[in-house]
C-alpha cells in the first residue's frame, strides 16, 4: 500500500480555479493507476478522475469533464487535479486514491486512500 496525503484544497470563487495534490509514500506509486473522488454532504462519494500508473490514459466523470484535468509525476510520487471553471456543485472533500488499474479506480475498488482535502466554492 501507499500512503497519500492531499492537499490544495481551499476557498475559490465560482469560475475559478484550484490545482490539488496528492502526495504518495512508497516505492509502488509508479505501479499504481491513481484517481481522485469527492463527498459532499449527505452525499456518496463519487469517482472525479483517474490516471493509469504510466500516465498515458485518463478517465473522468462527465460532470467534470472538460474542466478537471488529472496529471501524474512519477518522479515526485505526486498526482495533480488541475479544476478549472469551478461550479457551486463542485464543494465537496476530495479524496485521492490508489488501485490496482484505471477500470478498478473507476468502480472505487481501491487499495489506499487519503484523509481528503475541502473545496469551497463561494458564488
Known amino acids: 500500500q501507499v500512503q497519500l496525503v492531499e492537499s490544495g484544497g481551499g476557498l475559490v470563487q465560482a469560475g475559478g480555479s484550484l490545482r490539488l495534490s496528492c502526495a504518495a509514500s512508497g516505492r509502488t506509486f509508479s505501479s499504481n493507476a491513481m484517481g481522485w473522488f469527492r463527498q459532499a454532504p449527505g452525499k456518496e462519494r463519487e469517482f472525479v478522475a483517474g490516471i493509469r500508473s504510466s500516465g498515458g490514459v485518463t478517465g473522468y466523470a462527465d460532470s467534470v469533464k472538460g474542466r478537471f484535468t488529472i496529471s501524474r509525476d512519477n518522479a515526485k510520487n505526486t498526482v495533480y487535479l488541475q479544476m478549472n471553471s469551478l461550479k457551486p456543485a463542485d464543494p465537496a472533500g476530495y479524496y485521492c486514491?490508489?488501485?490496482?488499474?484505471?477500470?478498478?479506480?473507476?468502480?472505487?475498488?481501491?487499495?489506499?486512500w487519503g484523509q481528503g482535502t475541502q473545496v469551497i466554492v463561494s458564488s
Open positions: 486514491a490508489a488501485g490496482a488499474s484505471l477500470s478498478a479506480i473507476q468502480r472505487g475498488l481501491c487499495g489506499s
